[in-house]
């Protein structure tokens, strides 16, 4: 009866909560799950050896991949804002993970291209994210569907955030 009583006050809490409560947690949780993001890729490296990077810096690492990528495509694809991304570009070329050109058409534009170093750096990131991939449901009880559902959610909030600088609403 008592875990009745609880469960209902939890549910009218929730319905008191307002669109703006819901957001501001919201935002806050995505903060959160970025930041831990970065902790648990950093702790993989370090279990692996590999001291001499941040979470940052191997997530841009898996961010371009096997190919070569232009740097202007990672910041249109907003994960990585302009000076943070020069400033590690340089930290990985320094580093040797990742070597950098500039194109013969246009002097301004930049590729990348990973190392054989930065390469081993991007398979371990696939291997960590194969890793929790496969232990979501039974450890963590997140099923497929509620990652469609958080991945249309969290995409429509960036098509509204979109469209307020887009059309200054």
């Keep these: 009866m008592v875990m009745t009583m609880n469960y209902g006050a939890a549910e009218a809490a929730n319905d008191s909560e307002t669109v703006a409560?819901?957001?501001?947690?919201?935002?806050?949780?995505?903060?959160?799950?970025?930041?831990?993001?970065?902790?648990?890729?950093?702790?993989?490296?370090?279990?692996?050896?590999?001291?001499?990077?941040?979470?940052?810096?191997?997530?841009?690492?898996?961010?371009?991949?096997?190919?070569?990528?232009?740097?202007?495509?990672?910041?249109?694809?907003?994960?990585f804002a302009g000076t943070s991304l020069s400033y590690n570009m340089k930290k990985l070329q320094d580093g040797g993970y990742l070597i950098q050109t500039r194109s013969k058409a246009d002097k301004r534009t930049v590729h990348l291209k990973l190392t054989e170093r930065g390469l081993k750096v991007r398979d371990s990131v696939q291997a960590l994210f194969d890793r929790q991939a496969s232990a979501l449901e039974p450890t963590a009880s997140v099923r497929p569907d509620d990652l469609t559902q958080l991945n249309k959610t969290?995409?429509?909030?960036?098509?509204?955030?979109?469209?307020?600088?887009?059309?200054?609403?």
């Design 21 to 79: 409560d819901s957001f501001v947690k919201s935002l806050s949780l995505l903060e959160q799950a970025h930041r831990r993001l970065h902790d648990v890729v950093k702790d993989s490296l370090e279990r692996n050896g590999e001291r001499h990077l941040t979470g940052v810096q191997a997530l841009l690492l898996y961010e371009i991949g096997e190919g070569e990528t232009p740097a202007s495509t990672l910041r249109a694809r907003g994960a």
């Design 154 to 169: 969290v995409s429509r909030l960036e098509r509204f955030w979109s469209d307020q600088i887009r059309f200054q609403l």
